[in-house]
C-alpha cells in the first residue's frame, strides 16, 4: 500500500509527496505537528496539514532569509528571530562571527523539541552560546524593545492560526521601533501565484511600505512551497538591498551556500511584472 501526504494549495490544486513512514504525531496547546519520512524530500516537518520544511530543499529558504540582509550589512551583530521552530534560520546566522547575540522567539516549545530529535543539522546552532532561546508570544515580545536589534527575521508561519499576529500592522510597527538606526527587517512574503493568497499579500506588503522606510519583495524558488515561486520581504530603516549591497565583503567572508550568491541576490530583486502589479493594486 502507498502512503501519500497530501496538501491543500487551492480548491483545485494538491500537492502530494510519497512518503515511506510517518515519525511522528503530536499536538501542542497550538497546532497538530507530523513528521514524514520521504525517498524524494527526506523529513518533512508539517504544521497543521502544511508543509514547513523538507530535508530536501530547506537549504532555500534559509539561505535567502539570512544571507540577503547579511550582505547588505555585514556588520550586523544583534538579531532578532521571530519563529524559526526548526532552528535553520540560527543555524545559518551562526555561521558570522561577528553576530554576537541572537534571540530567537518561538511561541510553540514542543516544534522544537520535535525539530531538535528529527533534523538535528538543522537545529545544531540553537546550542550557539550566543542564542537565547525564548518560549513566547513574538507579537508580545517586541512590544517592549526599542533600538535594540540590527536585523529581525521574521520566520513565521502562514498569516492564520498561531502566526496570524505576525502578519498585523502593530507587530510590524513595534519591529520597526526595536530596530537600531539602520536596522533591516526580513519576512516570509507568502506568494501571490494562486489568485487566493493575494489579498493578503498585498495587504501585508503595504502594511510594511507604510511604516517602514524602504520596503521590497524578493522572490526564490522553493519546490515543496505552494506554486514554487516563493517570495521575501526586505524593510530597512535606511539600507538600500542592491544599492548597499556589500558583494566583496561577503564574499570574502568565504561561507558555503548551496543556494545562496551575490549575483543571485541581485537577480532575486528583479520580479516578474505581474507581481508588481498585484503589490501595487487598489484591489483587496
Same mark, same amino acid.
Given at each position: 500500500?502507498? !502512503? ?17 513512514? =510517518? !515519525?511522528?504525531?503530536?499536538? %501542542? ?16 516537518? /508539517?504544521?497543521?496539514? #502544511? ?24 556588520? &550586523? ?11 535553520? /534560520? ?26 531538535? =530529535?528529527?533534523?538535528?543539522?538543522? /537545529?545544531?546552532?540553537? %546550542? ?10 513574538? +507579537?508580545?515580545?517586541? @512590544? ?21 499576529? +505576525? ?12 530596530? /537600531? ?21 498585498? @495587504?501585508?506588503?503595504?502594511? &510594511?511600505?507604510?511604516? #517602514? ?8 524558488? &522553493? ?12 524593510? %530597512? ?26 549575483? +543571485? ?9 505581474? &507581481?508588481?502589479?498585484? +503589490? ?5
Amino acid at each position: 500500500m502507498e !502512503l501519500w501526504f497530501t496538501e491543500k494549495h487551492t480548491n483545485d490544486v494538491l500537492f502530494s509527496i510519497k512518503v515511506d513512514r =510517518q !515519525l511522528i504525531s503530536a499536538r %501542542s496547546e497550538f497546532q497538530r505537528i507530523d513528521v514524514f519520512e520521504s525517498a524524494e524530500f527526506g523529513r518533512i516537518l /508539517t504544521l497543521d496539514g #502544511f508543509i514547513m520544511i523538507t530535508e530536501k530543499d530547506e537549504f532555500i529558504y534559509h539561505d535567502m532569509m539570512v544571507h540577503v540582509p547579511m550582505a547588505v550589512n555585514p556588520d &550586523i551583530k544583534s538579531v532578532l528571530v521571530v519563529g524559526a521552530g526548526d532552528g535553520g /534560520t540560527v543555524r545559518e546566522l551562526t555561521r558570522y562571527p561577528g553576530v554576537e547575540h541572537i534571540d530567537m522567539v518561538e511561541i510553540d516549545r514542543l516544534v522544537v523539541d520535535v525539530c531538535r =530529535q528529527y533534523f538535528p543539522q538543522m /537545529t545544531a546552532g540553537l %546550542s550557539d552560546r550566543r542564542v537565547t532561546l525564548r518560549y513566547e508570544d513574538g +507579537l508580545k515580545f517586541v @512590544r517592549s524593545k526599542q533600538n535594540e536589534y540590527d536585523l529581525i527575521i521574521v520566520d513565521s508561519t502562514d498569516p492564520f492560526g498561531p502566526g496570524e499576529g +505576525l502578519f498585523t500592522r502593530e507587530f510590524f510597527g513595534n519591529c520597526h521601533k526595536a530596530l /537600531t538606526a539602520r536596522g533591516i527587517m526580513v519576512n516570509q512574503h507568502e506568494s501571490t501565484y494562486y489568485d487566493s493568497y493575494v489579498g493578503a499579500v498585498r @495587504r501585508m506588503h503595504k502594511r &510594511i511600505a507604510a511604516l #517602514f522606510e524602504r520596503a521590497y519583495v524578493y522572490q526564490a524558488h &522553493i519546490p515543496s512551497y505552494p506554486s514554487g515561486h516563493w517570495l521575501f520581504g526586505f524593510a %530597512s530603516k535606511g539600507p538600500h538591498p542592491l544599492d548597499d549591497l556589500q558583494e566583496s565583503r561577503w564574499n570574502e567572508l568565504g561561507l558555503h551556500t548551496r543556494y545562496y550568491n551575490t549575483r +543571485l541576490h541581485k537577480g532575486a530583486f528583479a520580479l516578474p511584472n505581474y &507581481i508588481f502589479e498585484q +503589490l501595487e493594486s487598489e484591489d483587496e
